[in-house]
């Protein structure tokens, strides 16, 4: 007997478990089907997973340069399977977290497939037959999945993405990291601490190439200090079995060469889940790219709504989990909107990379003129003391009233900086609301008013004439 709820949520990630406890929480009764685990590629193979072993990768780094702290360390090893076992530690407890906070709810949680059969009509397919529900509200959530292109040898065995990265029972000897967007060079970065050869071949012009240039150039260049080799503007021609290993043929422009590897990891995309969704049989409208919805989160059919990386925009966890908490409101008689227009974007390499906002490049063509600041953690008593001083906050605003245009980090502790420049940007704060902010000392968010500070050529900690010499350029 079909079951009826107000809500069905299809798919259990950080968009659509969220929207599954907002829902519930404004009243609604709503039911969540999953086929896999709770928390979606996030919790369970993305996000999470990676920076628990990045954190594991960066005591190790830690402790093999303790030395330079003043303490004596000896026989330091990374033990690679313990580095597994806390990462899945990590992930079993806040899974067991989220089924908590469902069951607390009174979300009932579906396990199976989910597909539209008509308007209002789930189907769910648990493998050994189904379930039916009806439903007033539907919330798509199924997420994306990485893309293998069309290179040929991907079928080989040691060339995996990276939810196959995540089954590596040791550290590869020698991998190939194709693509340097946020995950290749997370993993580029995972790897090469843990003593890997690694060799990153990106065909864009630049490492992660949708960040501001300032930190594209820098990212390379401590990426280079750490053994990677870094292939920018290059493509991978194939990937062919050699000597008990991988053999990869590069192209750059007319020339080509090989590399020798005994992994190849494609880190170069990911597509939104819109197949065997039954989209068509609700009459949803889709393309391969994904659900187009409006700042609702609502599709072009009223009662069906769709968030996180399924619409194919910004496919970041904490986007689908607002879009999800969007959704939710909307879906059960509310009035919520979407904004983007202070997304914050994380990258956890080491040192960490965030960004909110307008690159200084886009700045400049949609605003002409802007006014940029920067300051280095090089000069940030804080970034002394903590021993990591490579990169500097970069802040952009428009030249006529000094609005926050624009953040941009790399250095430690990044991901939590960039913070007080996504609530810069939602609150139209300018230059002078953060120079006028007192900022705890010594601590790393002093660099973003230093950085303000820097922007009107009136340095505090810094010398006004590398301030000028910067302007100049």
Not at 194 to 218: F, I, Q, Y
Not at 284 to 297: E, K, L, S
Not at 397 to 404: N, R, V, Y
Request: with cysteine; charged share 20%; aromatic share 4%.
């Amino acid at each position: 007997m079909p079951v009826t709820v107000d809500v069905c949520v299809l798919g259990g990630g950080p968009g659509g478990y969220v929207a599954a406890l907002r829902a519930a929480a404004l009243g609604a009764s709503v039911a969540l089907v999953e086929a896999d685990s709770v928390g979606g590629v996030c919790l369970v193979r993305g996000c999470v997973p990676s920076k628990a072993m990045l954190r594991s990768a960066e005591v190790y780094h830690l402790a093999v340069n303790a030395k330079a702290f003043g303490v004596t360390v000896s026989g330091v090893q990374a033990d690679y399977p313990a580095i597994r076992a806390r990462k899945d530690r990590i992930v079993g407890q806040l899974v067991r977290g989220v089924h908590g906070l469902l069951d607390e709810a009174g979300v009932t949680l579906v396990k199976g497939y989910g597909r539209l059969a008509s308007p209002g009509v789930v189907e769910v397919d648990w493998g050994g037959g189904g379930d039916l529900l009806l439903a007033s509200q539907i919330i798509v959530a199924s997420g994306s999945s990485s893309v293998m292109p069309p290179v040929p040898g991907t079928e080989l065995p040691g060339v995996i993405d990276s939810d196959g990265a995540f089954a590596l029972e040791e550290v590869p000897k020698r991998i190939v990291v194709a693509g340097a967007g946020a995950v290749g060079v997370e993993w580029a970065t995972l790897f090469a601490l843990l003593g890997s050869d690694v060799t990153l071949v990106e065909m864009l012009p630049s490492v992660v190439p949708n960040e501001d240039a300032d930190v594209s150039k820098a990212l390379r260049r401590i990426l280079l200090q750490q053994g990677v080799k870094v292939h920018t503007g290059t493509r991978i021609d194939s990937i062919s079995k050699h000597r008990g290993g991988l053999r990869v043929t590069l192209a750059q422009n007319d020339d080509a060469s090989e590399v020798s590897a005994t992994h190849v990891l494609m880190a170069t995309g990911r597509r939104a889940n819109v197949e065997n969704l039954g989209l068509a049989s609700a009459g949803v409208a889709y393309t391969r790219d994904g659900i187009p919805v409006d700042g609702c989160m609502r599709t072009n059919q009223p009662n069906v709504f769709a968030v996180g990386d399924v619409t194919g925009n910004r496919l970041l966890a904490h986007v689908a989990s607002h879009q999800g908490v969007v959704a939710a409101e909307n879906a059960t008689g509310g009035s919520s909107v979407y904004h983007d227009g202070a997304v914050p974007a994380c990258t956890f390499t080491h040192p960490e990379i965030a960004s909110v906002g307008l690159t200084e490049a886009d700045a400049r063509q949609q605003h002409g003129e802007v006014i940029v600041g920067r300051f280095p953690f090089q000069a940030l008593g804080r970034a002394r003391a903590f021993g990591d001083t490579d990169g500097f906050v970069k802040v952009v605003a428009g030249a006529a009233h000094q609005e926050l245009l624009g953040m941009h980090v790399i250095g430690p502790g990044a991901s939590d900086l960039v913070a007080e420049g996504a609530l810069a940007i939602q609150l139209k704060a300018t230059l002078g609301d953060l120079r006028e902010t007192i900022h705890a000392h010594p601590t790393f968010p002093e660099a973003t008013a230093e950085a303000a500070w820097a922007a009107i050529n009136q340095p505090i900690h810094m010398p006004l004439q590398r301030v000028r010499a910067k302007a100049s350029e």
